[in-house]
């Protein structure tokens, strides 16, 4: 049986939001909102694993489009 996830749905600006609530700079965010619709929220964070402190924390620095060049 499935458990059931207690998380809420983000929309995607939500998502993004909270890309840049963890440390994550943002300079287009119509663009990265568009990414995120297409890739995913989960597909994307995986490659933002190299410019990561720690979980759920960015380096200083750390761009979207330092992600996104890695897709």
Same mark, same amino acid.
């Given at each position: 049986?499935a458990?059931?996830?207690?998380?809420?749905?983000?929309?995607?600006r939500?998502?993004?939001?909270?890309?840049?609530?963890?440390?994550?700079?943002?300079?287009?965010?119509?663009?990265?909102?568009?990414?995120?619709?297409?890739?995913?929220?989960?597909?994307?964070?995986?490659?933002?694993?190299?410019?990561?402190r720690? @979980?759920?924390?960015?380096?200083?620095?750390?761009?979207?489009?330092?992600? @996104?060049?890695?897709?």
């Amino acid at each position: 049986m499935a458990e059931k996830c207690d998380k809420p749905a983000l929309t995607f600006r939500q998502q993004a939001e909270l890309l840049e609530k963890r440390g994550l700079a943002i300079a287009d965010r119509a663009a990265a909102e568009a990414m995120l619709a297409d890739t995913n929220y989960y597909r994307l964070s995986a490659y933002g694993v190299p410019f990561r402190r720690e @979980r759920d924390v960015f380096l200083p620095g750390a761009t979207f489009e330092n992600v @996104r060049a890695l897709v």
